[in-house]
């Protein structure tokens, strides 16, 4: 066996390969050679990059020294180790392996270390298993059985893999959408030039937040059967609408029978990308189902009654917004605010959070609680409004800064653009 001062010359005389080819090594002298060649492995490669020393300078040498160092790697028993030297020894093989980055790694030592860092993936804290993950999310040499270990793990550290290995193939990501949760199928969505196949098996589950990452991934192409699948759920997931109304691959057919589910807004964007003949859809929607123009009325004329009677207010608002009730909230937030419901509508889809901000103002909401009401809105609009970078401070001065009434009048004087 080469010793490893043939190929990192910068190693110390003593320390020979042979010292780890025993997983336990034998009592005594060769066992304490054994963990003193562990200690200076972890030591000259948890260097920082800018103190790596020449011999690991250059891809080539990266490789070698990977290729030179795998066979005592994979014989190093995991549990023999402290847990922060097993933790050093991961992050040591993940450092060498970037720097190795672009470079070809041999066949064997790509084995070799990936089976010793799959056992050491019991042992790691969450955040070297984070860091781990990212590092080699792109890799094309880890093994099958590394990665589906990471890609199965904790949702933090397999995002990123599930998202971006390319070691996982149709039948792996098949595999993994049958043996994970919703977490990991929104992120294997997310995909990148996801499979036709896998496409289909994520729809079939019905999860409606799987359902809006595939219709949000602007890297995916979606097949006519795929988007007919999904303007149909669309009926009962508010928050596919908006991305799938902004969609490249959308049709007009698909358009018209997106339009029956949309709001007022989202029928607008709709009507003006495809030039829908709205009025004539609009006569047919009211005569096929009824329903779809009398629930705006039916709920108009409730919220005008619990008006009437005292009983809408600000906590009933927020009640509606929290309980999925988006209509509801809409319309008593434009009945207790004395606002115009069309602008009201368009601020909901708007731009920026500082319309609806004093909107909620206006009938005294309260500063804590509008955070939680924003987040039920998005949640049930299609993460609409959006947010710009100084709404926080607008927030603030919104609740702030001026009385309900004058909020009130500030949402009425707002430029159309800005709502």
């Known amino acids: 066996m080469m010793a490893r001062v043939e190929v990192v010359p910068w190693s110390r005389a003593r320390i020979r390969g042979s010292a780890m080819s025993s997983p336990r090594g034998r009592p005594g002298r060769d066992q304490f050679a054994a963990r003193s060649c562990f200690h200076d492995f972890v030591t000259m490669f948890s260097r920082p990059r800018n103190r790596l020393p020449p011999a690991l300078g250059t891809k080539k040498d990266s490789v070698l020294g990977l290729a030179a160092y795998s066979g005592d790697l994979a014989s190093y028993s995991a549990d023999s180790a402290s847990p922060a ?25 790509a084995s070799q270390v990936s089976g010793l860092t799959h ?6 804290d969450p ?4 860091r781990l993950a990212e590092d080699l999310a792109e890799a094309p040499w ?3 059985q590394l990665v589906w270990a990471l890609a199965t793990g904790p949702i933090d550290s397999a995002a990123t893999v599930l998202r971006s290995s390319p070691v ?7 595999a993994l959408v049958r043996a994970t949760g919703p977490d990991h199928h929104i992120e294997i969505a997310r995909r990148n030039g996801l499979p036709s196949p896998v496409t289909d098996l994520l729809i079939s589950l019905k999860d409606g937040a799987v359902l809006t990452a595939l219709a949000e991934n602007p890297r995916l192409d979606l097949t006519r059967s795929h988007l007919n699948d999904l303007t149909a759920a669309a009926r009962t997931v508010a928050a596919l609408r908006s991305p799938l109304a902004d969609h490249r691959q959308l049709s007009e057919s698909q358009a018209y029978g997106l339009y029956a589910w949309c709001d007022p807004a989202l029928r607008a964007r709709l009507a003006e990308r495809f030039s829908l003949k709205t009025e004539t859809l609009d006569t047919a929607l009211a005569v096929s189902d009824p329903a779809l123009v009398s ?7 409730q919220i005008a009654k619990m008006h009437s009677a005292g009983q809408l207010t600000c906590g009933h608002l927020v009640r509606n917004a929290l309980d999925s009730q988006l209509a509801a909230f809409i319309q008593g937030l434009a009945r207790l605010g004395d606002l115009p419901l069309p602008r009201l509508r368009a601020a ?10 004093l909107a909620c103002r206006a009938v005294g909401m309260d500063r804590t609680v509008f955070p939680q009401v924003l987040a039920a809105v998005r949640r049930l609009n299609g993460a609409r409004p959006l947010g710009r970078s100084d709404d926080a401070e607008r927030i603030d001065q919104a609740f702030g800064g001026i009385s309900p009434i004058w909020a009130a009048r500030a949402f009425r004087l707002l430029d159309q653009n800005q709502v």
């Open 119 to 124: 056992n050491l993936l019991a042992f790691s």
């Open 168 to 174: 996982l193939d149709r039948a792996d990501l098949c």
């Open 142 to 144: 880890p093994s099958q």
């Open 295 to 301: 629930d705006d009325a039916a709920i108009g004329a």
């Open 85 to 109: 030297a097993r933790d050093r020894l991961v992050m040591a093989v993940v450092r060498l392996c970037r720097l190795a980055q672009g470079a070809p790694v041999p066949t064997e030592a």
């Open 348 to 357: 909901v889809n708007g731009e920026s959070v500082e319309p609806l901000a």
């Open 127 to 130: 955040e070297t298993r984070l």
